[in-house]
């Protein structure tokens, strides 16, 4: 594998450049798996995607944040929030990292994040903590698992085309896997509120039960939505 000049002149001064990558569904089609109408997961797949947009702005290690999407509303949040957006089919979530793949390949830019917008208990300070572990190695891949352990909830790969992704099918086992053959470097990261994401019902009543951030408390209020 080779790496570009201007990449390897951003390893030796330490301004690794690393865009984000959030993917989403269509706001209807979103978490299929919660009891919910219609309006009620509209409101909360807005209310996610804003919450991990302000986190992620925060992040001054990061440089890009990219929004991929077929959702209309996801291109005008985006515009609102000053974030770039690529429009992706609905090909589910390994095509849409697929596109945004491209996006850093023609941007020049070697290393990525992928963060998807149920983690409720993100925060920004973690993002950080993540990112400055990067920064340690020339080729890594960090992996935060889900709580169920079974799936990814944040995914970083240094540089971005180490291995493709495989969202959808035990992500977790699979991306260790894949990262043990392809990087120097295979860092798992276990955390309280990066590990929490909202897939279940159970997961919702776990939240709503004790909502201890913003998010939280607003989402304990979506069934209020008619």
Known sequence: MQLHHQQIQQCLNGHMKVVALIPVKRFESSKTRLELIKNQKIV?????LKNTIVNLRKCKSISTIVTISADERVREISNHYNIEYVYSNEKGVNYAI?????YCKEKQIQSNIIIPIDLIF???YEIELLLSMARKYQNCSIIVPSMRMDGTNILLRKPFNLYET?????SYYEHIQSSKKNSERTIIINS?????????????????AQPTNRLSHLISRITNVI
């Open 44 to 48: 909360l797949t807005e209310l996610m």
């Open 192 to 208: 309280v509120n990066l590990s929490e994401d909202l897939d279940t019902m159970d997961d919702f009543k776990r939240i709503i």
């Open 166 to 170: 495989s969202y959808d099918n035990n």
């Open 98 to 102: 697929e596109v945004g793949d491209e």
């Open 122 to 124: 993100m925060n920004s």
